[in-house]
């Protein structure tokens, strides 16, 4: 609810403010913060937000609606779950899918490049060997 100020209280405040109105230290604004419990976006976000301003009850019709110059309006809705989980959780879930993506990447060079990474072993020739094979080294000298 905004503050409400008889003519007569609201005309001699303006007065004694006068030079702090005038020079732009003060202002008359009001600022009216209404909380919405439990507004959560939908999958379609919300476009546009209807404000109604009524007159008071004890005035004649066409009396006592404020009188507004300027307004403003900020929405702050609370995301869907998927999205607020998404959200709070954004540096983790990098951390983890770069993981794992560098893992799988790791083994699938593992898996395809493995004789450029580790080569073979290749036994030597053995001169003193008779059959000149190295596999068929005679047992037992």
Known sequence: MLQFKSNPIRLFSTFLKAAPLVTGYTSESQKLKVDLKGFSEGF????????IIEQRAEFHPGGGVPEIYAASLTLESELPFMKRMLWYWKTTLFVWVSMTLFT?????????????????????HDPNSRTGSPNNAPIGR
């Open 44 to 51: 379609i976000p919300t476009a546009c937000l209807r404000v």
């Open 104 to 124: 799988m990447e790791f083994l699938f060079a593992l898996l395809c490049c493995k004789p450029l990474i580790i080569p073979r072993l290749r036994l030597r």
